[in-house]
């Protein structure tokens, strides 16, 4: 099968969390299943995995009432064709974070059927993902000027996180997008408002959220970030596949950022990188590491590691965190580190290679989430040896069970995380601390199962299509 598969990032040229992550994955797993697979992301002004895209040439794109022109660039890798979407609005410092995203992502999506008809290639269906790319399953339905087999294309949008919407002008989103004048009390209308996650969900032959327990707290006001009556509308079209790792960028044997391989038939390599991480941080040794590495966002809830600090430390914790985000948040955690010197380590930044080094050396990860769709912190985690003790909630449920991979608490408070951190405690240097480490690196999360879920998808959609 032929899927045209847009997102916004993409590992290893883009990347500011997950989405990158099984952006990077899971086209590959699906070339090794057979389907043909051709990616289509932004060409940002720096691009990670350190080759440049092969020029193709320019091609014109319906946009903001006339025709635009935006340049394609090529690269193949593990079978898998990637196209970068050349502008002059993506060359910025930051992927995101601008007042005239919704407008740049606009245009990315209106960009993807003629950039894939310039590589001529017609697809059997687009999975699309995330708002940046939810413009498209309502432009396959109802867009103008499409390339010849575009118009009536089925599609899957697959929703990574609901908080992250792109909202914008619905007269000023219709006139980039060249849509008719049809469009209000659409999927596309939220309260007046242009939503592209809702156009994405409501136009989409069939939806996926990252989790199954993710697709159904998206159904309640609590997780559904105002859009949870939609959801629930959508509840039959709706499923949840778990995201899978990249277990060969992530494998404890194969690690070039570690001091030395292991395996959980040998973990002395584990025992070289706690020191490592230990001496990088000036941690005094000897006691358990409990490690944060995350997006600092509300939604991940590093505020409860932050407000129970003290207790954890007094408990006989060291803690370490990588992180970068809010403001706030960095200071806090920086202010930790300068009064807790030798107890608390932290590097406020994104660095690639300090987090392998951190999920092998560190005994627990801290995965405090608000809501995660599926998280992928955690199953690095619980390959890397390192148990993870989580909210219990969306993929954190899902992939993690209180005593037998790890440790899970419900509510997300302080004292909730303190509970679940001082379960993992006492089983520490216990039988069943190992049982529990053996058990999380035993579990198999690579793309493999969840590349056939999708897979399986496909062929329904395309079953109930024709
Ligand atoms: P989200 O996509 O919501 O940020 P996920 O858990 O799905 O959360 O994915 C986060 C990914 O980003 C993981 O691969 C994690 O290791 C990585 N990551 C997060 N923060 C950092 C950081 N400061 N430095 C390096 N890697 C990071």
Known sequence: MKVLFPAAEVVPYSKTGGLADVAGALPQALAGLGHEVLVVTPWYATLGGGVAP????????????????????????????YAFVGHKDYQRASLYGYPDDARRFARFARAVPQ??????????????????????????????????????????????????QGEAS??????????????????????????????????ATRVTTVSPTYALEIQTPAFGFALDGTF???????????????????????????????????????ALAHSELVSRFGLES???????????AEQKGIDLVIGGARA???????????????PGLESAIARLASRYEGRVGARLGYDENLAHLIYAGADALAVPS?????????????????????????????????????????????????????????????PTWGRIRDAGMAADHSWGASAVAYSELYGAVLRSWT
Not at 62 to 80: A, K, Q, Y
Not at 173 to 194: C, E, I, N, Q, S
Not at 312 to 326: I, K, M, N
Request: with cysteine; net charge negative.
């Open 54 to 81: 092969y020029w193709v040439g320019d091609v014109k794109v319906p946009f903001d009432g006339g025709f635009e022109t935006v340049g394609v660039g090529v690269l193949e890798r593990g079978g898998v064709r």
């Open 115 to 164: 950039v894939a008809e310039r590589l001529g290639f017609l697809p059997d269906l687009v999975h699309a993902h995330d708002w940046h790319t939810g413009y498209l399953p309502m432009l396959l339905e109802r867009g103008w000027h499409l390339p010849p087999g575009f118009p009536g294309l089925p599609s899957v949008f697959t929703i990574h996180n609901v908080q992250y």
């Open 170 to 203: 619905l007269e000023e989103t219709v006139r980039w997008l060249r849509l008719g004048p049809d469009l209000k009390a659409t999927y596309l209308d939220h309260f007046g408002a242009a939503n592209a996650m809702q156009a994405g969900a409501g136009f």
């Open 232 to 270: 629930r509308a959508l509840a039959h079209k709706l499923v949840g596949i778990l995201n899978g790792i990249d277990t060969q960028l992530w494998d404890p044997g194969n690690d070039p950022a570690l001091p030395a391989p292991y395996s959980a038939a040998d973990l002395s390599g584990k």
């Open 286 to 296: 000897g006691r358990p590491v409990l490690a944060v590495v995350s997006r600092l």
């Open 312 to 326: 954890l430390l007094a408990a006989g914790w060291d803690l370490v965190f990588l992180g970068s985000g809010a």
């Open 370 to 430: 608000r809501f995660e769709p599926c998280g992928l912190s955690q199953l690095i985690a619980l390959r890397y040896g390192t148990v993870p003790i989580v909210r219990s909630t969306g993929g954190l449920k899902d992939t993690v069970t209180h005593g037998v991979t790890g440790f899970t608490f419900e509510h997300p408070t302080v004292t909730g995380l303190l509970w679940a951190a001082g379960e993992a405690l006492r089983a520490f240097g216990t």
